[in-house]
Structures are given as structure tokens and as C-alpha cells.
T-cell receptor, first 113, second 113 residues
Framework: AQSVTQLDSQVPVFEEAPVELRCNYS??????LFWYVQYPNQGLQLLLK??????LVKGINGFEAEFNKSQTSFHLRKPSVHISDTAEYFC???????????FGTGTLLAVQP | EAGVAQSPRYKIIEKRQSVAFWCNPI?????LYWYQQILGQGPKLLIQ????????DSQLPKDRFSAERLKGVDSTLKIQPAKLEDSAVYLC???????????FGPGTRLTVL
């Protein structure tokens, strides 16, 4: 069975500061990894994904994530955040025959001026 | 390209009533998913369709939930009768053939009183 752990339910940060949102996963099969962002009252938007190849993945809005197989992690980073980055961020894993997404519980990124 | 469409956006009903949600996926997307997102949690897959066939409905409470995807395009999700714990956002997503990325609609927020 697959699972995803997002250790931080909320991450407060000041504008223009760097941020890292943590994600750890467990799986007995090869996985694909995703980060989605959810703005208030909206659906989920794909930020970036790791399918194979380079372990450093770049996404939209200046975000990037690094796949670390030995630590089973896929942490999301941004060197300088903006107020508009305030949102809920979900890490997800898929693998196996159906490509079902298993989501973490989410991390609220709260950017303060 | 038009995104995934869902309606209604909001619905308030009393317990034991029935409710139905509608989803129109992105054109050409063969796979359609329904997720339930309870407040403070990540989305949980309820059912996955490949064209008009069910791939995975292992987490669908079949005593009260039903879903169909006639003609392999639009889909409806029904709850009958609703319970208080069904209060959640119901998200529809779709993905194109041979691709792992899921594209999400804006969701339907259901409140059961």
C-alpha cells in the first residue's frame, strides 16, 4: 500500500523568504510523485511532477522539488515566496495499475508581508 | 482548451435527502475520477472510470453512493440518502490516454445539515 506524509500542517513565512514544504512517501512499487496547489474555493492545480529521469524537477510559479529515493522524500522548495503563494499544497503519489493518486493531508503555506 | 467543468458549485441539503453532481471532463480524456475532500484532509478517490467502465471503486460507499459515466464522457455522482459526514468538496478530475497527470475541476461543496 502507498501512503504520503506531510509533516507540517501549516508553514508561516515572510514574503521574499525561502520556503520548503516537506513530503515523505512509502510504496512497495515504483512511484510517480506530484505536488498540487489549491487556492481557496478552487480545484487542484498541478505544480510539478516526477515521473523518471532527473531528480530535480522544476514547476510553475518558481517552485521546484527534489526526489530522494533513499530518504523516500519529495520536498517542495521556492527561493523567494510572494503573498500570492498563500494556498494549500498537497503532495501525492501514484503507482501500480490504476495510477490512483494518494494524497497527503496538505500544508497551508501562509505568506505574511 | 476548456477545463474540467462541474456543477453545481455549492449545494446545501438536509440529511436523508438525495443529491447529484455532474462532471464534464476535458475533451478527449478517457479517464475520469471522483474524489471526496473532507475539510482538513487531502482528496480521497471514490471512483475511477476508463471510458465508461469502472476501474476502481473500492472506496465508494456503495450503500449510498453511485456513479455513472454514460457514453464515456460526462459523469454523475449521486448520494442517496445523504448523511452529515458526507459534507465535503467533491472533486472531478480527468486525464488523457497514456498520461499520468490528472486535471481537476473546481469542485462541488456539499453541506449536509
Amino acid at each position: 500500500a502507498q501512503s504520503v506524509t506531510q509533516l507540517d500542517s501549516q508553514v508561516p513565512v515572510f514574503e521574499e523568504a525561502p520556503v520548503e514544504l516537506r513530503c515523505n512517501y512509502s510504496s512497495s512499487v515504483s512511484v510517480y510523485l506530484f505536488w498540487y496547489v489549491q487556492y481557496p474555493n478552487q480545484g487542484l492545480q498541478l505544480l510539478l511532477k516526477y515521473l523518471s529521469g532527473s531528480t530535480l524537477v522544476k514547476g510553475i510559479n518558481g517552485f521546484e522539488a527534489e526526489f530522494n529515493k533513499s530518504q523516500t522524500s519529495f520536498h517542495l522548495r521556492k527561493p523567494s515566496v510572494h503573498i500570492s503563494d498563500t494556498a494549500e499544497y498537497f503532495c501525492a503519489v501514484s503507482g501500480g495499475a490504476t495510477n490512483k493518486l494518494i494524497f497527503g493531508t496538505g500544508t497551508l503555506l501562509a505568506v505574511q508581508p | 482548451e476548456a477545463g474540467v467543468a462541474q456543477s453545481p458549485r455549492y449545494k446545501i441539503i438536509e440529511k436523508r435527502q438525495s443529491v447529484a453532481f455532474w462532471c464534464n471532463p476535458i475533451s478527449g480524456h478517457a479517464t475520469l475520477y471522483w474524489y471526496q475532500q473532507i475539510l482538513g484532509q487531502g482528496p480521497k478517490l471514490l471512483i475511477q472510470f476508463q471510458n465508461n467502465g469502472v476501474v476502481d471503486d473500492s472506496q465508494l460507499p456503495k450503500d449510498r453512493f453511485s456513479a455513472e459515466r454514460l457514453k464515456g464522457v460526462d459523469s454523475t455522482l449521486k448520494i442517496q440518502p445523504a448523511k452529515l459526514e458526507d459534507s465535503a468538496v467533491y472533486l472531478c478530475a480527468s486525464s488523457p490516454p497514456m498520461e499520468d497527470t490528472q486535471y481537476f475541476g473546481p469542485g462541488t461543496r456539499l453541506t449536509v445539515l
